[in-house]
């Protein structure tokens, strides 16, 4: 394995493709597999964490990952994936927002320095949190990821007078109705949540980190989970550029995420790139270069999404809550064992963790893994017969 700085330049990787390769559109069989792509992979990591923004990296000291490949099309500022020296768990940072989460995760997912068709990855990251639902310091496995913003918007001085936000779905008339709307296909995602169920067992007995200046914060709420002590929950993700706060926002969005869910998905935690992120990895789930049954995502609460009762949304907002610290120590403390746990018992995950009966039609908006049984299968990437059928 060649470690030390290693540039790919892009010469090296258009080339390297056997046959030009179609567009993989739905209904249309998937282009012929990219065999020559691995000839000289530098890792085929295990697991591969990744990070928005600096404070997040709680990982690449803990971990001695030392290694670094540059890849092109990673942010400017985050040019390099960073491995340990056996090349089992690789790390990097998109980057801030779904435009820097979109750009980085396409360039990772299409580089031939990696092998990731059988990597785990652990999206870890700080949030805003709900606390109908968590608390500062909280660790949430998400199943769902929303784009709640992705609507229409008039100023709420603006709109019509009985309406309760400004807020409504793309091709509808009014807030809080789905029929008519229009689909990008990246408004929902949802994850493998047997291998969700699989890594919170490692998860178990966990002391998370807390702080007294947390403490003499959450206290200030009437929930009693957003009192207690943080722990690690299941919760679901809404995504948003906009960094919203406050109780009218919280519950326009919170209602998104139901409509967009079919009532089954409530918001825990809200963050700026996870949608983005995803809508990568179906593309190349699609094209056989990953498996998006995969994917674990992790967010703990940095900053409780409204104020407690008593105080406006802006004195909340710009409140020291106390959470950001804890958050960050507990993305480690929880995802460091989840990361061990896979590695560890490798064997059992190698071939892959079976998601939930009709995963493949629900896990994007579009239906896109569920688009025809030759997909179906090399998309079900645990089925050795379908990974020899890609080599
Ligand atoms: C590896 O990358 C990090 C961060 O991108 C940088 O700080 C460090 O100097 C690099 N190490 C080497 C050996 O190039
Ligand atoms: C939380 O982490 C900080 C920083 O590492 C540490 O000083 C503190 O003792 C930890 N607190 C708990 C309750 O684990
Ligand atoms: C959210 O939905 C509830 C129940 O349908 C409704 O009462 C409330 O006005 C909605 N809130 C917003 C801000 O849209
Ligand atoms: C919601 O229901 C629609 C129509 O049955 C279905 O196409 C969609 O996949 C469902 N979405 C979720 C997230 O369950
Ligand atoms: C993001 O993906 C989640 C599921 O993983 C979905 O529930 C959510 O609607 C998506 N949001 C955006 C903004 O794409």
Redesign the pocket.
């Known amino acids: 394995m060649l470690w030390s700085t290693l540039t790919v330049l892009l010469s090296t990787i258009v080339p390297a493709l056997a046959s030009p390769v179609a567009p993989v559109a739905r209904n249309v069989a998937p282009a012929a597999p990219l065999t020559k792509r691995w000839d000289h992979p530098v890792a085929a990591p295990k697991v591969f964490v990744i990070s928005m923004f600096s404070p997040e990296d709680v990982w690449t000291q803990a971990l001695d990952l030392n290694n670094n490949i540059t890849l092109p099309g990673l942010s400017p500022l985050f040019p390099n994936v960073r491995c340990n020296a056996a090349g089992e768990i690789c790390h990097f940072i998109t980057g801030e927002g779904e435009i820097n989460a979109a750009a980085s995760v396409t360039a990772l997912l299409s580089t031939d320095a990696l092998d990731l068709r059988h990597t785990y990855f652990l999206i870890a990251g700080i949030a805003g949190v709900n606390p109908n639902f968590g608390t500062l310091g909280s660790a949430g496995l998400a199943r769902?990821a929303v784009q709640v913003a992705l609507a229409h918007e008039l100023d709420a001085r603006e709109m019509p007078q009985d309406w309760p936000t400004g807020y409504f779905l793309q091709g509808t008339k009014e807030p809080n109705v789905i029929n008519g709307a229009e689909h990008y296909g990246t408004e929902?995602f949802?994850l493998n949540t047997n291998l969700r169920e699989r890594v919170h067992a490692y998860t178990e007995g966990l002391t998370l980190n807390d702080t007294v200046k947390a403490q003499a914060f959450r206290v200030k709420y009437p929930q009693d989970v957003a009192k207690a002590p943080p722990s690690v929950i299941y919760g679901d993700v809404a995504t948003s550029d906009v960094y919203f706060a406050g109780e009218l926002l919280c519950q326009a969005f919170a209602n998104i995420t139901k409509l967009?869910?079919?009532g089954?998905?409530e918001y825990v935690f809200t963050a700026q790139e996870d949608n983005a992120t995803f809508e990568v990895f179906i593309r190349y789930h699609l094209a056989g270069l990953v498996d998006f049954a995969r994917v674990i995502l992790l967010r703990t609460g940095s900053d409780f999404d409204r104020a407690p009762p008593g105080m406006s949304a802006y004195d909340g907002f710009t409140a020291d809550q106390g959470g950001f610290p804890p958050a960050l120590q507990n993305l480690f403390v929880v995802g460091n064992p989840i990361v061990q746990g896979i590695i560890n018992d490798w064997d059992e995950f190698e071939g892959g963790i079976a998601p939930q009966d009709g995963w493949l039609?629900?896990a994007d908006?579009l239906?896109t893994l569920d688009a025809g049984g030759a997909r179906q299968k090399r998309s079900l990437g645990r089925y050795a017969a379908a990974r020899e059928a890609l080599e």
């Open positions: 769902y929902v949802e967009w869910t079919n089954t998905g039609s629900t908006v239906h």
